[in-house]
């Protein structure tokens, strides 16, 4: 039967869980995956859940994804947002979703990773490239998932907070968080409201003072960030299920100044007085006979921020040139529907999406302009049973967009509405080889359409618009192995192939302005390598990732990715309470720039962390974060924090 049905990801989370776990609260419904009447051998999906998240001490999203191999952490120093890249594609092509809901902004395709909160996860779950169609438009180079909490127990619940401080006075961070829930067997309800603060951090001992910057607290660097998370579900039988969600997030963010030494650089002086968020979004699964269900996903999404430009590092003035009020004012609504049924030995999936995105933006006392997209995806996957240990997944999408309306900011006239469109074809053979090995070969076409501000932006009068851009492509070829040692270790490798064409990159007009245009080619080649280790009282493992980026189109710098990336970790359970960890990264250099002139060094990083468990639900939770106070930056010239050390305490009933 279709409800009996495991997830590989599901699988491997109760695999790796020697205790009690937050995965066991995973809200399923909120999953978007390919299933099978067993799981698939080898999917190649990665799983951060909430246990890892509390004792590795990562609070927001960017730190949870840090740590899965593929991806690396960019920090847009100028934006002061953080966002992440997977095998060198960014946010714009993996987006982000929230229980299979698409969050990300519909301007410019980004979204602030750094200012989503982990407390309220089940977990985070990654697909590459061989990721469902069933997500729908714009998966080129995977999709992030975050997935929320479903309670179990009649009333369950948690709440926590902490405190964090740097070398010097003045870098304090305060967090608190609650969870709560219950279920009625009937209907459940599910409830969570978090807030951080930080007032600035410490720079390393080793950072060089420039004129912008001196070597004691981050300038402009305070931030704060509320959530609230509320979900309401029914589940009348056991096959049905009908959920309702509320996210609610408030931001307030400062963007430190460039800190670098390149002359050509402009320091910026911008704020962020909001950056606010509001989702709502119905989820439904029903279950039509023994061996077919529909679900669908219903959802409304706002954004609004203002980004303020001061004359200065007073922040109190406005009367030079580059200084200015932008409002942007986006919506999102959408819905999609899935339908599957079982013929034989195919699991068939049947999928429509369809996305409305509206971007508003002005100047203080400038008309508002208006941008608006539809895009739909009709999508097909079958999961073929070929034997009770080979699998064979294949499926396609055929996906569109159209602009809708596009104000001119030059002219005050409408840009000409244009429309793109692009087939999405994938294949995928899994295997079982014995009780130890898995593997699988897939090969994935997959697209991206331009963002908005891809086609209409002006750039403040550096770039000519380009309505007509085409979809991105990345053909990738990967093979992965699983081999496991019993219940005592693990090993995973995958190798990875994408030839990445049409890419949207920036062409000299004249000498002072470019368009962007599908000039683009670049190639993608890498390796992922992974273990895990349970040897009576330690766990410990890691993973590293080799990405070989190279631009075929021309002699630009590919920015933002590292060559080389390893993480470690090691935990000691001492006693059945007391456990302590340490982590360490290393990342190769990045290029900041296309042109090359701004390097991000190599850097290594280390933690240590301790855990201790008290009667009665309450943890303890002390560590401190680069321990050897070492000065690093994912982009050139915005350094991040010093040493660190927090302490959190949570109750959990």
Known sequence: MMTKKLSYTTFMLALASSSFSYADTTFELGRIEVNAEKPLPALGSSTVDAETLRDENRENVTEALDRIPGITVTNIGARSEQIVQLRGFDLRQVPVFVDGIPIYVPYDGYVDLGRFTTFDLAGIDVSKSFSSVLYGPNVMGGAINLVSRKPTEKLEGEIGAGYNVGDRSGSEGKRTWLNLGSNQGLWYAQFGASYRQQDSFSLSDDFDPVASQNNGLRNNADRKDTKINIKLGLTPNATDEYAIGYVKQDGEKNTPPYAGDNPDVRTRYWQWPYWDKESVYLLTNTALSDDSYIKTRFYYDSFDNLLSSFDDDTYSSQTRGYAFDSFYDDETYGASVEYGKTLGR????????????????????????????????????????????????????????????????????????????????????????????????????????????????????????????????????????????????????????????DLIQEVSITPNIFQFQNVGEVSARGIELGSDFWLGKWEFGGNYTYLDRVNKSSDLKLTDVPSHKLFTYATWHISQPLSISATA???????????????????????????????????????????FDKNYEYQEGFPEAGRTYYANLSYQF
Request: charged content about 30%; overall charge negative.
């Open 585 to 627: 990264q290393y990342e190769s250099k990045r290029y900041t720039t296309t042109e090359g002139d701004r390097i991000a060094d190599a850097f290594t990083i280390a933690g240590v962390r301790a855990k201790y468990q008290f009667d009665k639900g309450v943890t303890a939770r002390l560590g401190v974060e680069n321990l």
């Open 346 to 501: 195919h699991d068939v999936k049947l999928a429509a999406h369809y996305k409305f995105d509206e971007h508003k933006e002005n100047d203080l006392d400038e008309p508002v302009r208006t941008f608006q997209d539809i895009t739909t995806s009709l999508a097909i996957e079958d999961t073929i049973r070929l034997t009770d240990k080979q699998y064979l997944v294949a499926g396609i999408s055929y996906d569109k967009r159209r602009s809708e309306q596009a104000d001119d900011i030059d002219t005050g006239q409408p840009f000409d509405t244009n429309d793109a469109d692009s087939w999405n074809p994938q294949i995928g053979y899994f295997v079982e080889l014995d009780d130890s090995n898995e593997a699988r070969l897939t090969l994935s076409k997959k697209t991206r359409f331009p963002t908005i501000k891809d086609r209409y932006s002006y750039r403040f009068g550096s770039a000519l618009p380009n309505p007509g851009l085409d979809a991105e492509q990345s053909k990738t070829i990967e093979a992965g192995w699983v081999h496991r040692v019993g219940t005592t270790a693990r090993f995973d490798v995958a190798f990875f192939y994408s030839d990445i064409k």
